[in-house]
């Protein structure tokens, strides 16, 4: 008698910053990995910087999918770039930007990288849940600004979710139909949906 073919599960290594994101992503994946079988490792457990978020997808060997997720407010600098530039076999000029450089990764590979904007994973859900984005101070970047606009775009979002828990609020305001019409607009929303693609 034949022995039945079991599917290998996907490997997938993820880097991202924080609580928020890792809430997020577990809800994508309740909603998005049953059709396929998948073992996602996130990391790290708490924070870092864009630099320590990709370094940690850089050293990380052997996975199907590869991917770093951090936001905006906290540039790449240019060694990291230069190290993309190689694994990606693609031209990246020092000045783009991080929100950008994703869309040089015609051939996608890895690793993947999501940042989360305007500024951060709360910008992502300020546009998934169509709500107005704060006027940011100018220019956005600029240190005093920045801390300014900070606290701005993380005000904007504790009118989101009032105090549900963000996990519980998902399950009841995101349909998996709705999170596939947003993602055609949200550029981070689409790349986060690819680990769970076969």
Not at 102 to 125: A, D, F, M, W, Y
Not at 151 to 164: E, L, N, R, T
Request: glycine fraction near 4%.
């Amino acid at each position: 008698m034949a022995k039945r073919k079991r599917n290998k599960k996907q490997s997938v290594f993820i880097a991202l910053e924080g609580k928020r994101e890792r809430t997020f992503l577990y809800f994508l994946q309740s909603v998005f990995e049953s059709e396929k079988r998948i073992n996602l490792n996130i990391h790290p457990d708490l924070g870092g910087t864009s630099n320590a978020i990709l370094d940690r997808a850089l050293k990380a060997p052997g996975y199907d999918k590869i991917y770093a997720w951090f936001d905006e407010d906290d540039k790449l600098d240019n060694d990291r770039k230069c190290e993309l530039e190689k694994r990606w076999r693609v031209e990246i000029n020092p000045d783009t930007d991080d929100k950008n450089l994703q869309n040089l990764n015609t051939e996608n590979r890895k690793p993947i990288v999501i940042v989360s904007n305007p500024l951060s994973i709360e910008g992502l859900l300020i546009r998934l849940f169509e709500r107005k984005i704060p006027n940011f101070k100018e220019p956005v970047f600029n240190e005093e600004n920045l801390k300014e606009n900070k606290k701005m775009i993380k005000s904007a979002v504790k009118g989101i979710f009032d105090k549900k828990d963000e996990a519980d609020f998902y399950k009841e305001n995101l349909s998996r139909e709705y999170i596939l019409n947003k993602a055609e607009d949200i550029e981070e929303l689409r790349l986060l949906l690819t680990i769970f693609e076969a």
